[in-house]
């Protein structure tokens, strides 16, 4: 299977890259783990069985890390891992041959629970929209969950048993051509630390021209938000708006770009308030006044690559 590539971008990842790195060892692919600077022992984990290895000394961000993997392994086909993911036997092929077909630029897999159940609503989604992305920092998909803009971004109507068209499959568990990422310039390292960079990604692929499939014969077995749990809460938030903010700069008018900021500002509020409630705690205040007052400088002076989010104090 040397015509498929895997990068996996491990962050403080030990207890979970061994299972990973077996399954991905075992399908005969080109394996590397790019590290993002880790100080549980994961590098450890790697050279151990072998793996190809590069240790960043600072957190370069997935995006970055990604597109420094892809740069140097050697093959047509690269399948992004998360180091929480586990490759079923007999995956690559399939989702190799979807990604191949005429027009294809990448191609995603089924992701299941330890119990072997689909995870509906995360291995596919629509790309975002803004009322979509309204609802979710103004609560909206929390306590409505079965919403209809949020039931069509999630995805919930999609057979998962048959291959289809789709429109972002998760990056947990995505191939794509290198022809096409060279074709992109790559993730768009902006999105820095983490989320929103595979979003990204899929909307300019599509943008392109180029399809983006459903393989359902892929199938990895995935844990989920291993190493969001290591990032402190406060800098979780403020990474994620951070990005939801960036790539809506991007992609939506500046006008409806403004109105969501204001929506954060909105369910910030919110989500002091119930935070403080309910942990009995000022500590939200801490956490979405910070989130607030990027919000208002998005609202006021839009995206500036002179504020670097991941880097806020």
């Known amino acids: 299977m040397r015509q498929v590539g895997i990068v996996i971008v491990t962050y403080n990842s030990a207890a979970e890259i061994g299972a990973c790195l077996d399954a991905a060892i075992a399908t005969g692919a080109e394996v590397l783990v790019i590290d ?8 450890d984990q790697v050279r ?8 960043n000394p600072v957190n370069r961000g997935f995006a970055a890390a990604v597109n420094q993997g892809i740069r140097l392994v050697t093959t047509e086909f690269i399948l992004l891992l998360n180091p929480d993911a586990v490759v079923h036997s007999g995956s690559l092929e399939p989702l190799r041959a979807a990604c191949a077909a005429p027009g294809a630029g990448a191609a995603g897999g089924k992701l299941v629970d330890s119990q072997g159940a689909v995870q509906a609503g995360f291995s596919v989604r629509r790309l975002p929209t803004p009322v979509v992305l309204a609802f979710e920092v103004l609560l909206v998909n929390r306590l409505w969950p079965g919403n209809p803009a949020n039931w069509h971004y999630r995805c919930y109507d999609l057979k998962y048993d048959e291959p289809a068209a789709v429109e972002q499959p998760a990056g947990a568990f995505l191939m794509i051509r290198r022809q096409v990422w060279e074709d992109l310039g790559g993730l768009d390292e902006q999105f820095y630390p983490i989320w929103f960079e595979d979003v990204d990604f899929c909307k300019r692929l599509r943008n392109r021209g180029y399809g983006v499939y459903y393989e359902p ?10 190493s969001i749990r290591k990032i402190l809460l406060e800098n979780r938030e403020l990474y994620w708006y951070g990005s939801l903010l960036k790539y809506a700069f991007k992609h939506f008018h500046s006008g409806t770009s403004r109105g969501l900021c204001l929506a954060v500002l909105v369910g910030s509020l919110l989500r002091m308030a119930m935070g403080i409630v309910l942990q009995r705690s000022l500590r939200p205040v801490w956490i979405y006044r910070r989130v607030m007052g990027l919000s208002g400088r998005y609202l006021l002076f839009g995206p500036s690559t002179s504020y670097k989010v991941g880097q806020d104090s």
Do not use: M, Q, Y
Request: proline share 4%; aromatic share 0%; net charge neutral.
């Open 48 to 55: 151990r069985r072998g793996v190809a290895l590069i240790v």
């Open 36 to 43: 993002n600077a880790s100080t549980d022992g994961t590098p």
């Open 217 to 226: 014969g892929a199938v990895a077995t995935h844990e989920g938000g291993h």
